[in-house]
C-alpha cells in the first residue's frame, strides 16, 4: 500500500527555488589506493562466500486419482482408491466413502485434522492486548504478600501554619486520585488560641512542600468533600454550623454559603453528597440534633430537615447529636446518623411524616460513634468505630453487633471498610497506631499494626484503588500510605466466604437473640407469679404498717429497760461510795 502525505505550504515560504537539469555524473574527488597501507593486511585467498542463488520450493503431494495412489506405493484401502472403483461411478463413490466414514482409523484421523485446524484458526485470530500471561506468577506474589502484610510511607503532608491543628476530614480527588484536600480545625475548641489560622488546604500527593490550593472559610472547616460528579466542586462544615462550597477553577473563597440564621447550631462534623441527576444536593449532620438537606444552588435555607428526636416527636431538646453519616447510592432512600450517646439511627428519607423518618436504633457503644460506613459490597451490612472497640452489624439484628474487634487501651477515633476487599477494614488510635484488619485471615487481633505517629490519628480515608491511605493527625500531619499488594487486591472467593461469614454470624446472633428474649419473657411472666403470691400470702397476715408499728414498740421497750437497768447501777456505786 502507498503511503502519500500531501504537503500544502506557500511557495514564498519554501526558499530559494530549486532547478534541476539531466546531465551526466560529473567526478569530484577521486582518492587513489595508497600501496603502503597493504602491509597491514593478509590476502584472504581462497575466499568463501555463501550464496543463495536457487528457487526456493515446497513439496506437495496429492492422492486422489487411483493411478497417483499406485505410483507413489500408498495402501489402496486406507490411502487411496481402491483398484476395482471407478471414480466416476457416483453410486459405488458414495458406498465407499459410507464404509470409510465408519472405519475407526478413519475417524481418528479426522479428529487429529480438526484439532489442528482449531489451533491453527485460533493463531490466526487477533491479539488479545488484555490477555493476562502471567497469571500464576500474580497470584504467586499475591500469596506472598498474604503472607508478609506490610505498609509504607510515601509522603508526610504538615500544616504550614505556626500553630498546628488537627486534620479532621480527607477526601480523595475523585479523577485519578492524585490530590487530597484536608481539612484542618482545632479539636479543643475553647482553648483554640486567637491567631489560629482558619485556613484548609488542597495537597498535591507528589508535593508535601506546598499545598496546589488555599481553601479560606469564615470559621474552620471540621469536614470537607469533593463531588463525585465534579472534581472542581468541593463542600465543607464549618465550626459555627455553616455549610459552604467552593469551585476550585474561581479561586480560595466560597461560592455561596448557607445564612446563619438557617444553619446548624453546632459544628458540622459530616456532609455528604448526594445521588441526584444535579449533582447539587447534599446532606449535613451535627451535634444540635438535626439533619439538613441542601442544594448548592441555592443556599439561603435547607430544602428539608430531619429531628433525631427517638420519641419521634421532633423536639429538638431532647435529640440525639450526630458525629457521623453513612449514606449508599444504590440504597438512595435510606441513610444512618451515628450519634453522641452511642446509638446508630437508621432513617428512611422518603416516609410521609417526621416521626416515619426514624425506622429503629442499634445500640452498643459506649460513645460517640466517629466513624458509620457500609460493607462497599454487602451493603447490609456496616461498620462502626466509637469507643475502644470497632463492630461490624447486620441490618437484620438490632439489639448486637454481628463481630467485634478486642477493647484496646487506646481510643478508636476513625475508620473504614477497603474499597476493594470485603474482609479489610482500618482503624486508627488515639495512641498514633494504624490497625488494618481482614476478618477472614484472624478477628482476634489486626493483620498489620503500624505505629504511624506519636501524636493521636483522628481521621483516616482510602483511595479508590485500595492501595494508597492517609491518615490525619492531631498536630495536622497528614501521612499518605502504601500497603501491601496482598491488602488491596481481591483474593480468590473472597466474596464468597464473606458473605458466608456475615450470614453465619447473622444466623448465631439471631438464635441468641430469640433465646435472650425468651428468658426475658419466663423471668417476667416468673416476677409475675410471685408477686400474685406474696399477695396471697398477706392477706391473712399483718400490713406492713403494722409490722414497722410493732419493731418500733419493742425497740423502745428495749431501750427504756436498758436505761432503767443502768440508772440502777449509777445509784448501787452512789451508795458503796458514801459507805466508804
Known amino acids: 500500500m502507498e503511503i502519500v502525505y ?25 582518492i587513489l589506493p595508497d600501496t603502503s597501507l597493504a602491509a597491514n593486511f593478509t590476502v584472504r585467498d581462497p575466499c568463501n562466500v555463501t550464496v543463495q542463488c536457487a528457487e526456493e520450493m515446497s513439496e506437495h503431494e496429492v492422492n486422489t486419482e487411483r493411478f497417483e495412489s499406485e505410483s ?41 485434522i480438526a484439532g489442528l485446524m482449531e489451533h491453527c484458526c485460533k493463531q490466526n485470530n487477533a491479539t488479545d492486548i488484555y490477555q493476562e500471561f502471567f497469571e500464576d506468577e500474580d497470584e504467586e506474589v499475591m500469596e506472598e504478600s498474604e503472607e508478609q502484610p506490610s505498609a509504607k510511607t510515601i509522603n508526610v503532608f504538615r500544616d504550614p501554619n505556626e500553630v498546628k491543628r488537627t486534620a479532621t476530614s480527607l477526601s480523595w480527588h475523585p479523577d485519578g486520585n492524585h490530590k487530597l484536600a484536608v481539612a484542618y480545625s482545632s479539636v479543643e475548641f475553647q482553648r483554640a488560641p486567637n491567631d489560629t489560622s482558619f485556613d484548609s488546604y488542597i495537597w498535591d500527593i507528589e508535593n508535601p512542600n506546598k499545598p496546589e490550593m488555599t481553601l479560606k472559610p469564615v470559621s474552620p472547616l471540621v469536614c470537607l468533600e469533593y463531588n463525585p460528579k465534579d472534581s472542581h466542586i468541593l463542600v465543607g462544615g464549618s465550626y459555627n454550623g455553616q455549610i459552604a462550597y467552593w469551585d476550585t477553577r474561581k479561586g480560595s473563597q466560597p461560592v455561596e454559603m448557607s445564612t446563619i440564621e438557617h444553619s446548624h447550631r453546632d459544628p458540622v462534623y459530616k456532609v455528604i453528597w448526594l ?18 438537606w441542601w442544594d448548592i444552588r441555592k443556599m439561603s435555607e435547607p430544602t428539608e430537615r ?27 432512600t435510606k441513610f444512618m446518623v451515628g450519634t453522641e450517646q452511642g446509638l446508630v439511627v437508621s432513617c428512611n428519607r422518603k ?13 452498643g457503644h459506649h460513645g460517640p460513634i466517629y466513624a458509620l460506613q457500609r460493607n462497599p459490597l454487602f451493603p447490609k451490612n456496616f461498620l462502626t468505630v ?26 478508636l477515633l476513625d475508620g473504614c471498610w477497603s474499597p476493594v476487599r470485603p474482609s479489610v477494614f482500618f482503624t486508627v488510635k ?29 481521621s483516616i480515608r482510602v483511595q479508590d484503588n485500595g ?31 464473606v458473605s458466608e461469614m456475615f450470614e453465619r454470624e447473622t444466623k448465631r446472633e439471631k438464635i441468641l437473640e430469640a433465646r435472650h428474649r425468651e428468658m426475658r419473657l419466663k423471668e417476667r411472666s416468673r416476677s409475675e407469679q410471685s408477686r400474685e403470691d406474696e399477695g396471697k400470702e398477706a392477706d391473712g397476715e399483718e400490713s406492713a404498717a403494722e409490722l414497722v408499728a410493732r419493731a418500733e414498740r419493742e425497740f423502745f421497750d428495749i431501750m427504756e429497760a436498758e436505761k432503767k437497768k443502768e440508772e440502777k447501777e449509777r445509784d448501787t456505786v452512789k451508795d458503796v461510795l458514801l459507805l466508804e
Open 275 to 292: 445521588q441526584s441527576k444535579t449533582g447539587t444536593d447534599i446532606f449535613s449532620a451535627s451535634t444540635d440534633g438535626q439533619v439538613l
Open 306 to 332: 430531619l429531628v433525631l428526636d427517638p420519641s419521634k416527636k421532633g423536639n429538638l431538646d431532647s435529640a440525639l447529636g450526630a458525629v457521623s453519616l453513612e449514606f449508599e447510592t444504590t440504597m438512595p
Open 386 to 411: 466509637a469507643d475502644w472497640t470497632a463492630r461490624i452489624w447486620s441490618e437484620d439484628i438490632k439489639e448486637s453487633s454481628i463481630m467485634w474487634t478486642k477493647y484496646h487501651m487506646a481510643h
Open 72 to 112: 507413489r506405493g500408498v495402501n489402496h484401502v486406507e490411502g487411496g482408491w481402491p483398484k476395482d472403483l471407478n471414480p466416476e461411478d457416483m453410486e459405488a463413490t458414495i458406498r465407499y466413502r459410507k464404509k470409510v466414514e465408519k472405519d475407526e482409523h478413519y475417524q481418528n484421523t479426522i479428529m487429529q
Open 351 to 363: 416516609a410521609k411524616t417526621p416521626a416515619e423518618k426514624i425506622v429503629c436504633t442499634y445500640s
Open 6 to 30: 500531501v504537503y500544502t505550504k506557500k511557495r514564498s515560504e519554501f526558499g530559494r527555488q530549486c532547478n534541476f537539469s539531466d546531465r551526466p555524473a560529473e567526478l569530484h574527488v577521486d
Open 467 to 497: 492501595r494508597f491511605l492517609g491518615c490525619g493527625s492531631q498536630l495536622g500531619t497528614t501521612t499518605l500510605m502504601e500497603i501491601s499488594a496482598g491488602l488491596c487486591t481481591l483474593q480468590k472467593n473472597e466474596k464468597a466466604l
Open 430 to 458: 488515639m495512641d498514633g497506631t494504624l490497625d488494618v484488619w481482614d476478618i477472614l485471615f484472624k478477628q482476634n487481633d489486626p493483620t498489620l499494626s503500624l505505629k504511624v505517629c506519636d501524636e493521636a490519628l483522628y
